[in-house]
């Protein structure tokens, strides 16, 4: 798994350096620069830019990767590519021309409850199409194994561009139709160096000859962009309930604690970008020992990385929000908790969905975006309305933890394999020791302090229980590497 965890781990650094800048720049540079108001704009600008993408990109940036490696020619595979790249550009083309002929009825529609938003609607498409297409160049690099500049580009250049002009901003060097603009030009910077970068990895003759696998493509993108669209209502539907049931205070409280949470998952989006393509591969190689390695390794390295993770996190969490002085939004710290383990189980499950999204199974996905998205509204009306944005908590977590079920009963029915081997129990039971172990101790001191005392225990004792347990031979090699003393198995 070498490829993997040397990928995985630049993938990482790129993902954590991004998540701390999106936090720098929402956190501090937006309130204090912009406001809320003009910070909301822009925010809501690219959500909505999020939602239109898909609708652009169709779901083939995913249908790459799953026939890429089941194409043996190279004109073949060069045909898949272009029929890639074509099939977008004449879906953005249509949006384009509805924008054009009714774009007074559509800026009114999505100004209905900010005017502002319908001045500014050009960027909508404009980002919405840069990210189809970098989104389609970007997998391109993917199948090669080439990951680690494509990431660093999708993760890291982002919350780089957003930091940099609002430092500009704040100068009055730009004004807001300046920095819109500036964040297009962005956008388009962005997607020009990964599609120099993948021509260069790869350059296919361009064709308009349909693939082979033409009719089974355009099937497959058809229902992944289905169940983008059900997915894409799961990932604000609760937000949306909260701010109609409770009050819009609670819906900043609530989103602040599910991103803390999310930081459970960074470990798994840096490495299902390597492991993805090799999941393919296996499956069209029909490799079923390859693929239950690739499964097995996955789940173990995730549990492990995302468990340590869950503790550093639930465990400093009063005396991080002490620290950056968020006393108000110390009502949604069970959510943090709640939320957390549903993520923590997910990347427990390691490369289990690349297996579902991969295989001839793939409609399955459909079904369970569809399914989730009617449980996730049923449990929120109810459970907000009797335990508040903890209720909220709970509907997301159990809307993971069922659905997860089923997809292990799923891959372990079709496949006859299952992400868990005999590490699984004693990483679960390390997370569970140490965090009630830990939480039970309170110290009264400087917040700051405490965090790096405390983080240092955990990140040592973790380590070491897991080094002396054998639970992975990634950490008994990177000790190893730092340690020469260290034996290696």
């Known amino acids: 798994m070498g490829i993997i965890a040397k990928q995985s781990f630049y993938n990482s650094i790129s993902i954590a350096l991004a998540f701390i800048i999106g936090a720098f720049n929402t956190v501090y540079l937006y309130p204090t620069h912009m406001g809320s108001s003009l910070q909301g704009l822009v925010v809501a600008l690219l959500a909505l830019s999020n939602l239109v993408q898909p609708f652009i990109s169709f779901g083939v940036q995913h249908a790459v990767i799953k026939f890429y490696s089941s194409t043996k020619s ?29 774009y007074e009825q559509i800026t009114e ?6 005017k502002q938003i319908g001045k500014y609607a050009y960027l909508i498409i404009a980002v919405a199409f840069s990210t189809a297409l970098f989104e389609l160049f970007y997998n391109w690099l993917r199948i090669q194994l080439f990951s680690v500049f494509g990431n660093f580009l999708k993760e890291f250049f982002p919350r780089v561009l957003i930091f940099t002009l609002l430092l500009v901003y704040s100068s009055g060097s730009l004004d807001l139709d300046g920095f819109i603009m500036a964040l297009i030009i962005g956008y388009y910077i962005r997607l020009f160096l990964v599609i120099v970068y993948s021509l260069v990895k790869y350059t296919p003759k361009f064709s308009f000859s349909l693939p082979l696998q033409f009719k089974s493509m355009l099937r497959y993108s058809i229902l992944i962009f289905m169940s983008g669209t059900a997915a894409s209502l799961i990932l604000d539907i609760d937000k949306s309930m909260i701010s109609k049931i409770l009050t819009v205070e609670n ?18 989006r840096a490495m299902f970008q390597i492991v993805s393509p090799l999941v393919a591969k296996a499956i069209n190689e029909k490799d079923n ?15 492990l990385v995302s468990g340590l993770l869950f503790l550093l996190i639930n ?23 709640i939320v957390s383990v549903g993520k923590l189980f997910t990347m427990s499950m390691g490369c289990l969905n690349n297996i579902i999204t991969n295989s001839q199974y793939y409609y399955y996905v459909f079904w369970f975006s569809t399914l989730s998205a009617v449980l996730a509204v049923v449990l929120n009306l109810y459970l907000i309305r009797w335990y508040g ?25 079709r496949f006859k394999i299952n992400p868990y081997g005999r590490e699984t129990l004693p990483t679960i039971s390390i997370v569970v020791l140490l965090y009630f172990l830990i939480s039970s101790i309170s110290i009264d001191y400087d917040p700051f302090t405490v965090m790096i005392f405390r983080s240092t225990f955990i990140g040592i004792t973790f380590i070491l229980l897991a080094y002396l347990l054998k639970l992975t031979d990634d950490i008994q090699q990177f000790l190893a590497k730092i340690f020469p003393f260290v034996k290696r198995d």
């Open 251 to 268: 819906v900043a409280y609530y989103s602040v604690a599910v991103f803390i949470a999310a930081v459970i998952e960074f470990p798994g």
């Open 74 to 102: 190279k004109a073949e595979k060069d045909k898949l590519l272009s029929f890639s790249l074509i099939l977008p550009i004449l879906v953005f083309t249509a949006i384009l021309l509805t924008t054009y002929l009714f």
């Open 389 to 413: 944005i903890i209720g909220a908590a709970y509907a997301t977590l159990f809307v993971i933890v069922f659905i997860n079920l089923l997809k292990i009963i799923l891959v372990q029915y």
């Open 315 to 337: 465990l400093n969490l009063d005396d991080f929000y002490e620290w950056i002085n968020l006393d108000d939004y110390k009502v949604a710290l069970e959510v943090v908790l």
């Open 109 to 114: 529609f999505i100004a209905s409850e900010n």
């Open 289 to 303: 020992g390859k693929l239950s390695n690739l499964l097995r390794k996955s789940s173990n390295n995730l549990l």
